[in-house]
């Protein structure tokens, strides 16, 4: 399988603490994207990270990537309620068209 | 700030039937996606569409699927012959270039449901 994989599945904290979710896979990559999901809604997408890229921040999030591992982590910092959501990791590579497999998400709670 | 689109929000069709749902991709995206997410799983991927032929499509998207571009905004995905499992949420997504390095813009979804 292609696929990312996220770590934890869940993951609950209280307001102003940091979150990190894992992803890991298992092919060569063009990059990797994060996205958040809202219960019943579209996806947003937070931070691209390409392969020759090793961090990546944008405001309260950082993202890293190891390809050695074949691994990335997103960051949340000082998390708030409303950072309550899925987070999906997505690979996308080249296979002669382009492709992006998601993972099965994080599902992250932030407790006020 | 330029998006996705997508319509109809909710379709109900029953087994059998044809559906088409649509999507207006950002206007100078070149790239454009089908993603199906059914309820609780994850996001899989259905087909990517470039250059007005199908650049890369998964196991999933078997005969009864397919992708159109009728005009220069709409991004059509036809379900022939509808069956319950295709009950799903269908989103469209769109990037501005190929190549290494490309973040990809999804719109709202269309939430089908089979009966």
């Known amino acids: 399988s292609q696929q990312g994989e996220e770590d934890p599945q869940a993951l609950s904290i209280q307001e102003g603490e940091n979150a990190t979710m894992n992803c890991s896979y298992k092919?060569?990559?063009?990059?990797l994207q994060w996205y958040r999901q809202n219960s019943g809604r579209g996806l947003v997408h937070l931070i691209l990270?390409?392969?020759?890229?090793r961090e990546k921040h944008s405001g309260r999030l950082r993202v890293t990537l190891d390809t050695s591992k074949k691994s990335s982590s997103l960051l949340i910092t000082a998390s708030r309620a409303a950072d309550t959501a899925s987070y999906f990791c997505a690979t996308a590579f080249n296979t002669g068209g382009f492709k992006t497999i998601f993972g099965a998400g994080t599902r992250l709670f932030v407790k006020a | 700030e330029p998006e996705v689109t997508q319509t109809p929000s909710h379709q109900v069709t029953q087994m059998g039937q044809e559906v088409i749902l649509r999507c207006v991709p950002i206007s100078n995206h070149l790239y454009f996606y089908w993603y199906r997410q059914i309820l609780g799983q994850k996001v899989e991927f259905l087909v990517s569409?470039?250059?007005?032929?199908?650049?890369?499509k998964s196991e999933i998207f078997d005969d009864q699927f397919s992708v159109e571009r009728p005009d220069g905004s709409n991004f059509t995905l036809k379900i022939r012959s509808t069956k319950l499992e295709d009950s799903a949420m269908y989103f469209c997504?769109?990037?501005?270039?190929?190549?290494?390095?490309?973040?990809?813009?999804f719109g709202p979804g269309t939430r089908l449901t089979v009966t």
């Open positions: 569409f470039y250059n007005n032929e199908i650049s890369e």
């Open positions: 997504a769109s990037s501005p270039e190929p190549g290494q390095g490309y973040e990809q813009y």
């Open positions: 990270i390409r392969s020759n890229e």
């Open positions: 092919t060569s990559i063009n990059n």
